[in-house]
């Protein structure tokens, strides 16, 4: 790429508009469908429902971190903090209650443990359906309250298509439903592998984003078939792409975190402005939590997006 190109500007979405132009003006007499407005997929990456020993090593590791980048008061506490205090990580209800009052519906991205290990116990998330029943009793809920609920595929599901497959299988089992949405956690992705399994498994993934930062990891901003370059067709499901996560802001973006929140802003503005949008902002479901307190960044996005759009 280019030294000056920038990811959170979804320039395929202004080639076609571009590309419109030159047709219309060309050939006056083709009709297009009328533009819609931007559709913004509100979503919830479950991967902690209570506060793990695996968990507070990885978050203080990472403020630690942090604090040696961009030292201060307020990250040295932060580090000590998310060590010792105790959280409620079980956040359902704040965020059916903050989404009712702009009449919008998320969905929740849920692991489905098949595998157990040292591995799996640092990298995917720590609970396991298969013996929470209050958690498949709430997420059954949720989901007749019009909320909907997609697999949070695990860390090494990306290139395994059975694990994948056992995975979806056995959230369906659990919550008696089809579960047709996916997002690869960590955003695991095999440009080669990948596609073929959710080709497979889902008709909508929404895994292609950043951890690390803002922005559309394939320039689109628009729900689109990927391209199968080896039969030369597009694949038969979706992708919604994924613009803006939580911990772009808060942890990659520690210091700075007001200017990549505006710039968060800029592209949901952009995207309203170009019309034919559908893309997914993330906002993981514990970090409503006195923990982290990332939610008054969940509500200006989600206040951006509705403005002029009521």
């Given at each position: 790429?280019?030294?000056?190109?920038?990811?959170?500007?979804?320039?395929?979405?202004?080639?076609?508009?571009?590309?419109?132009?030159?047709?219309?003006?060309?050939?006056?007499?083709?009709?297009?469908?009328?533009?819609?407005?931007?559709?913004?997929?509100?979503?919830?990456?479950?991967?902690?429902?209570?506060?793990?020993?695996?968990?507070?090593?990885?978050?203080?590791?990472?403020?630690?971190?942090?604090?040696?980048?961009?030292?201060?008061?307020?990250?040295?506490?932060?580090?000590?903090?998310?060590a010792f205090s105790k959280s409620n990580y079980w956040n359902f209800d704040y965020w059916q209650e903050v989404e009712s009052q702009y009449k919008l519906k998320s969905?929740?991205?849920?692991?489905?443990?098949?595998?157990?290990?040292?591995?799996?116990?640092?990298?995917?998330?720590?609970?396991?359906?298969?013996?929470?029943?209050?958690?498949?009793?709430?997420?059954?809920?949720?989901?007749?309250?019009?909320?909907?609920?997609?697999?949070?595929?695990?860390?090494?599901?990306?290139?395994?298509?059975?694990?994948?497959?056992?995975?979806?299988?056995?959230?369906?089992?659990?919550?008696?439903?089809?579960?047709?949405?996916?997002?690869?956690?960590?955003?695991?992705?095999?440009?080669?592998?990948?596609?073929?399994?959710?080709?497979?498994?889902?008709?909508?993934?929404?895994?292609?984003?950043?951890?690390?930062?803002?922005?559309?990891?394939?320039?689109?901003?628009?729900?689109?078939?990927?391209?199968?370059?080896?039969?030369?067709?597009?694949?038969?499901?979706?992708?919604?792409?994924?613009?803006?996560?939580?911990?772009?802001?808060?942890?990659?973006?520690?210091?700075?975190?007001?200017?990549?929140?505006?710039?968060?802003?800029?592209?949901?503005?952009?995207?309203?402005?170009?019309?034919?949008?559908?893309?997914?902002?993330?906002?993981?479901?514990?970090?409503?939590?006195?923990?982290?307190?990332?939610?008054?960044?969940?509500?200006?996005?989600?206040?951006?997006?509705?403005?002029?759009?009521?």
């Open positions: 790429m280019p030294d000056n190109f920038r990811w959170d500007i979804p320039h395929v979405n202004f080639l076609f508009k571009e590309f419109k132009s030159k047709l219309k003006s060309k050939f006056p007499f083709l009709k297009f469908k009328k533009e819609v407005k931007a559709i913004l997929e509100l979503s919830h990456d479950l991967d902690y429902i209570k506060k793990t020993p695996a968990l507070i090593l990885k978050q203080t590791a990472f403020n630690g971190f942090n604090f040696i980048k961009n030292p201060s008061v307020k990250s040295l506490s932060r580090v000590f903090n998310f969905i929740f991205y849920v692991h489905s443990k098949i595998k157990s290990g040292l591995r799996q116990t640092i990298l995917d998330p720590s609970y396991d359906i298969n013996d929470n029943k209050i958690l498949i009793d709430k997420l059954t809920e949720i989901k007749k309250e019009g909320w909907q609920i997609g697999l949070h595929g695990s860390f090494y599901s990306y290139n395994d298509f059975d694990l994948l497959k056992a995975e979806k299988n056995q959230l369906e089992q659990k919550l008696q439903s089809e579960i047709i949405k996916n997002r690869q956690h960590w955003l695991n992705y095999h440009e080669v592998i990948t596609p073929n399994l959710h080709q497979k498994l889902f008709e909508v993934d929404s895994t292609l984003g950043w951890n690390d930062s803002i922005g559309f990891r394939a320039s689109v901003a628009s729900k689109y078939r990927p391209y199968n370059h080896v039969k030369n067709e597009p694949f038969q499901y979706y992708i919604i792409p994924q613009a803006i996560m939580d911990s772009n802001i808060y942890d990659y973006g520690h210091g700075k975190e007001f200017e990549t929140l505006k710039d968060g802003i800029e592209i949901i503005n952009t995207c309203k402005k170009l019309k034919n949008t559908e893309f997914s902002i993330s906002w993981h479901s514990r970090t409503s939590s006195k923990d982290y307190n990332w939610s008054p960044g969940y509500l200006k996005l989600i206040k951006c997006f509705k403005k002029n759009l009521l």
